[in-house]
């Protein structure tokens, strides 16, 4: 599934999830190092933790960041 993302760096994000288990995600955009750790340390993941750990996290003075909009991916997909 693909994810466009609002209020980010990142314009997109592909998300790969097979039995609530987070397989794969892949920022479009963004800050390369950092969407790359988001993306290894969610895999594997159930999609509930994810949401619960990432929901909420802002990025300097935005509403959102990469985490968050991961997450309310996620919440979409439930």
């Keep these: 599934m693909q ?14 999830v097979k039995d609530g288990i987070i397989e794969s995600v892949q920022f479009i955009g963004g800050c390369n190092g950092n969407t790359q750790g988001i993306s290894a340390l969610v895999k594997g993941m159930t999609t509930e933790e994810a949401i ?3 929901k909420g996290i802002k ?3 935005k509403s959102t960041s990469c985490p968050d909009q991961l ?7 439930q």
């Design 71 to 77: 997450a309310r991916a996620l919440e979409g997909m």
């Design 59 to 61: 990025c300097g003075f």
């Design 3 to 16: 994810y466009k993302t609002q209020g980010t760096c990142s314009t997109a994000i592909n998300i790969e």
């Design 52 to 54: 619960r750990r990432l």
